[in-house]
């Protein structure tokens, strides 16, 4: 297999040890007849481990992370590998947790190199030696993304709850000198996003190539701290603007990609392009995931890729069949012509915010629960211009990703 992809995207979470489902609202037992034959699943993520030493307060890993099994051994993600790039995934995101936290990383890659996968690592960058890049590059490693809290040492410190701000540096300086993109990863809240124009710098500095500003996605550990972290509206313009500026300074010599937070807009997201459509998540201790948050849907029943074969996991599991087609949709996503186009949005946003996967995504300023959006923004602009956004006091509230604080997510029941 020797096809490979000039370039990476920037960006980029057991039938048998699931007990029987108890269909939540919304998730109905499997319709045949409603199923979509979907094609390849070009995407694949591995999460490798949800071992960690960051502790970040936005950290999109499933709250319960340290209830799941044991992590599969190298040998069950070769096969992993072979059995997706055999179906037709090009493109192989290695997450986690820190995927280099395993030390058989360098053997995976190697694999993945072989089998013709365009192949990025998403990392923090603790733990990248320069033995260990040297060793990474050596077994084909295309691209690396590397993750920053935010320009300051302190602040950067502070929402990983360590003290990584100078290893970050250093690391950036060792992707370019083995010759990789400079792609770097910032995820904006409301804590971070008024240094939007100190962050920029800093990429500019580290001779940065790519940056992604992903403003966050309210599941797992963010979702604890939603509204600790949810901007205002105004933020969000002063950071636009800045970004303006900026790319007007800086011209074709760096790519920016700012995502702008779903909370803000009026129709949805095409989540995943759709679950089961072309991602295919591996989780940790094989779970197999249509998009990285979906375990925490209740009554979806999720194979586990110890016990079936990604082919099956891909075409024929009742969790990777449920969303697809519309047949699982309510009104007003149903009758909706743009459903074809965002397919009634994010399934997990819709989860958590209405405690029900099957309703269209409280974004969409058609759906009846879109209040729900616009008062979590109402209650952040309150609580700026009431001056409560400071770090200092976000740290007697904010909830830290820890083993220890590892628990079921809990959802809100939704006013209607
Ligand atoms: Fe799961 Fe959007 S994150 S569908």
Known sequence: MSERLAEGSASFHTDEQVPAATAAPGLRAEEPESRVRPGPPLWLLLELTYRCPLHCVFCYNPTDFATTGPELGTDDWIRVLREARALGAVQLGLSG?????????ETIVAEAHTLGFYINLITSGIGLTEARIAALKQAGLDHIQLSFQDSSRELNDFLSSTRTFELKSKVAALIRKYDYPMVLNVVLHRLNIDHVGEILELAEQMGAQYVELANTQYYGWAWLNRDRLLPSREQLRRAEETLERFRAKVGQKMKIFFVVPDYFETRPKACMNGLGSVFLTVTPDGTALPCHAARMLPGLILPNVRATSVKAVWYDSPGFNHFRGDAWMKEPCRSCPEKTKDFGGCRCQAYLLTGDAANADPV??????HHLV??????AARTIAAGASKPRVEEQVLVFRDHRLSIPVTVAPAKS
């Open 97 to 105: 947790g820190e995927p280099l936290a395993r030390d058989d990383l």
């Open 364 to 369: 969409c300023d058609l759906s009846p629960h």
């Open 374 to 379: 616009t008062e979590a923004v109402a209650t």
